[in-house]
């Protein structure tokens, strides 16, 4: 396998982790609401006063899992972007420069005036 791929396995596994959990949080939420509607039908629960208690049950059983998927899949996406931000090149936050700050032929990045002198001197020699 190439490096490139190597690199985007973690992310890759984060997506199906994310993809796992939201349809968890899917068929969790249909069972919550067969047991809320069956518990209506019933008459074992009124709706008005039980607000709170049904969204609570919501949220214990299927909610918490919706929000994980989502942060999984957050977690995915920001370090697929970061692993891509370090194989491409140019991309905002990579400095191609080295770090110690010279350039490629190892001058301290020398400026633009010192070297247009020089040219304009060693040309003016020649004459």
């Known amino acids: 396998m190439s490096k490139r791929v190597l690199r985007l396995i973690p992310s890759i596994i984060l997506y199906i982790c994310a993809i796992l959990l939201a349809i968890y949080a899917i068929w969790s939420y249909t069972y919550c609401a067969d047991v809320i509607s069956e518990?209506?039908?019933a008459?074992?629960?009124?709706t008005s006063g039980n607000e709170?208690?049904?969204?609570?049950?919501?949220?214990?059983?299927?909610?918490?899992y919706a929000a994980f998927a989502l942060?999984?899949?957050?977690a995915g996406l920001l370090l697929q972007r970061?692993?891509?931000?370090?194989?491409v090149p140019g991309v905002v936050g990579i400095d191609p420069s080295p770090e110690d700050g010279s350039d490629e032929d190892g001058d301290?990045?020398?400026?633009?005036?010192?070297w247009y002198d020089?040219?304009?001197a060693s040309d003016e020699n020649e004459m």
Not at 52 to 64: E, L
Not at 108 to 114: I, L, M, Q, R
């Open 39 to 41: 518990a209506r039908a």
């Open 43 to 46: 008459g074992q629960l009124a």
């Open 52 to 64: 709170y208690d049904i969204a609570n049950f919501y949220m214990s059983y299927c909610g918490q």
């Open 71 to 74: 942060l999984v899949a957050a």
């Open 82 to 87: 970061k692993q891509q931000a370090q194989i």
């Open 108 to 114: 301290e990045g020398d400026e633009p005036d010192e």
């Open 118 to 120: 020089e040219e304009e």
